[in-house]
Structures are given as C-alpha cells and as structure tokens.
C-alpha cells in the first residue's frame, strides 16, 4: 500500500484504529493475558533492559517484511530463520513488526520467533488500545514498542501503566524534543529516539543522536532507523551511543548474520 502524502503516521493510527473498531476481541483475551502475565512473573523472564544495559555494541535486530517507504525488503521472508541469524550474529533482542496492513507483518510471527531464539522478543507495532497489549501478553512477547505521538493526552500513561501490570517492558518511541519531554515526564525506562519522522518519513540520524545525548544516564537511550551500514554505527559509538534498533538494512542484507556481526565488530 503507497504511503505517499503528509501524516504518515495519522493514517496509520487510523487505519489501526478502524480495524479495532471492526474486529471484536475474544471474550476471553484479558483472563488469558493476565495469566499468560502470571507465568512470565515465574518463570526466569528475558529482560529488554538487561539486554540492552550489557556492556558493548547493543543491537535489537529486527524482523520486518515490508516498509512502506521501501517496499518488500526480503523475499522469501522466514521471520524464525531471520530471528535465528540475527541471535548467532550477536543481536541483544529481537523486534518483531507485526502491523498487517502496511508492514504485511502477522502477530502470530511473535511466539514463533520467541520459541526459536533465547534473547527477549519486541512486539512492535502500532498500540493504541488496552486489547492490544493484551494480546502482546498472550502471543509472549516480553516487550512492546509504544509511540508517543500516537498516545496522546493520558493515553500514554494508562498504556505504560497496563503493561507493567502485565509484566511487558516498554520501549517508547520519541521523534522530537517534545515527544522526549513529555516521555521523561513520566516512568519510561527505556526510551527509543527515531531517526525517521513517522509522519513524513524523512530521516535525520544525527538529529536523532542529538535527542538522545539528552537522556538522563538514568535511562536507556536506544537510537532508532537510518543506520545503513556498520560505518554509521562506528561513527555513532565513537561519540558514545551504543545502543541501537536495526531494521532494514539487515532484512533486506544477503547474510543478515554477517552483517550484524560486522556492526558489532
């Protein structure tokens, strides 16, 4: 589906948002999220935060189908065998873009990659309702993505709050000095700087590097999009960034495993 056209990120929250609207949940998701919520509590969990605050060149790889401004990236596409590339490659976590409509992703993807890999698996897409945390819960994930521009208001705050209830660790998504602000504002952890402006697409790396030099040391700071190669990466660790989310490049790499190896090196 073309993107072309202002808002990006508006149509997107709003094709989410109609789809909600047109899909009834089970009668049972929440029971089944809280007990799902119940056995990671016991269980030995996989924490993002953990993963990310080991020494070194951090890298949540991420298994992603299709971009809407790139198009298809990798085809055939084996999100398991992707997920396994990236763990023997070194990667800390792995993200897991399930939205169907625009990334021609399948939430289904998320317990099959978590049962492939040991390192904690990131459901990312566009959360906007309670529901879809818990089914984030269910599936196994054992973080989500959350994107402040899309969570205004008090939104954003009942999202992080429900979450921690269900035991899922959070990465909030900011793009500019505002969205950092009001993210600080609350209990965020861990905080992800997009290089790319989710409502034009446009990318602006060392913009984003800017951004995330202002959070507290307190926190973790992850550096989001626009990394293309290990270059970027060496250049962003030399000027102390060391934690990233990489996506495309490495989908759409002949050896995803070689070249995250390359990253890390």
């Known amino acids: 589906m073309s993107l072309a056209g202002p808002d990006i990120l508006g149509r997107i ?98 317990p099959r990659v978590r049962r492939a890999v040991r390192v904690p698996v990131l459901r990312k897409d566009f959360l906007l309702a309670p529901r879809q945390l818990w089914e984030a819960s269910v599936l196994g994930a054992d973080a989500v993505l959350l994107i402040a521009r899309a969570l205004p208001g008090a939104a954003l705050a009942e999202m992080l709050s429900l979450a921690d209830e269900l035991g899922l660790e959070t990465l909030v998504e900011v ?7 009001r993210v600080l504002d609350g209990p965020a952890p861990i905080v992800g700087i997009n290089a790319r402006d989710l409502a034009s697409f446009a990318v602006d790396l060392d913009g984003a590097a800017r951004l995330a030099a202002r959070v507290p ?18 250049r962003l660790a030399a000027r102390g960034f060391r934690r990233f989310l990489i996506g495309t490049c490495l989908v759409a790499a002949r050896d995803p495993q070689a070249a995250l190896r390359e990253m890390l090196a």
Not at 176 to 181: F, P, R, S, V
Request: aromatic fraction near 4%; hydrophobic fraction near 40%; charge should be negative.
């Open 175 to 181: 793009h500019d000095a505002d969205d950092l602000e």
């Open 13 to 110: 929250a709003e094709a989410v948002r109609r789809r909600l609207a047109d899909e009834a949940p089970p009668a049972d998701l929440e029971r089944r999220a809280r007990e799902a919520a119940s056995r990671r509590r016991s269980a030995d969990g996989r924490s993002l935060r953990a993963a990310l605050e080991a020494p070194g060149v951090r890298v949540i790889a991420e298994c992603k189908r299709r971009s809407p401004s790139q198009g298809w990236l990798r085809e055939p596409f084996d999100p398991v065998a992707l997920a396994r590339a990236y763990e023997a490659g070194g990667a800390c976590a792995v993200s897991v873009v399930t939205e169907r409509e625009f990334f021609a992703g399948d939430p289904e993807w998320v």
């Open 217 to 234: 040391g307190e926190r973790v700071a992850v550096l989001e999009s626009g990394i293309r190669s290990a270059v970027d990466v060496r």
